[in-house]
């Protein structure tokens, strides 16, 4: 399934209800975590992989992208309160994002482009683009109508929180193209769908 805004709504949308947010601004920052999601995987997020295999030219896909919700949870507790959001509501906002955002990875499609391995595997790296984060993500959050002091904090937290924990992600892509018996080995390079 890839990272649209209708299937990472949904996820999102249940992960918030699930941690007790709701009120008439959960809708609100449901759609602002998910277009920032979405937009920020799609359009300026880094993704290449290490690869092995055969000499050749190939296209790879994969299923997943794996980024453990402990991990995310815990970057977003140091976070907030260092982007001075605080209250009784950031452990819900902890646990309702980092889940949110974990769950709705694992529905991505990795599309890449090998340009040293026809045939093979590859493993997923996503670096960071924080400048481009935090602008997408305040960009999301106030174009979902969020208003008041807190609303750039938050999706500045949320950016860098993101951001922080995207090289420890995990996922493959399975590597296809015009077979060959020369062993080979790479870079390549594409996008989340």
């Known amino acids: ?18 941690a007790g947010i709701v009120g008439t601004g959960s809708s609100q920052l449901c759609l602002g975590l998910t277009n920032a999601l979405c937009t920020y995987s799609k359009s300026a ?19 997943g992208v794996i980024l453990p919700q402990p991990v995310l949870a815990a970057a ?3 976070n907030l309160p260092a982007n001075m959001v605080a209250g009784l509501s950031v452990p819900q906002l902890v646990l309702g994002i980092s ?3 974990s769950m709705a990875l694992m529905t991505a499609i990795i599309n890449t482009m090998h340009p ?3 045939v093979g595997s590859g493993k997923l790296q996503i670096y960071p683009n924080t400048a481009a984060a935090i602008g997408i993500f305040t960009s999301a959050f106030l174009a979902a109508g969020m208003t008041g002091p807190s609303v750039v904090p938050l999706a500045t937290a ?11 992600a995990i996922g493959v892509v399975v590597i296809a193209g015009p077979p060959n018996i020369v062993p080979g080995a790479g870079v390549g390079s594409g996008k989340l769908v």
């Open 116 to 118: 040293s391995v026809g």
């Open 1 to 18: 399934m890839p990272l649209d805004p209708i299937s990472v709504g949904g996820i999102i949308r249940v992960s918030l209800l699930s």
């Open 158 to 168: 949320v950016a860098r929180s993101l951001d922080a924990v995207l090289p420890t």
């Open 99 to 101: 889940t949110g955002y």
């Open 45 to 63: 997020m880094v993704v290449t992989t290490i690869d092995v295999g055969t000499l050749g030219v190939g296209k790879g896909i994969g299923a």
């Open 76 to 78: 977003l507790a140091a």
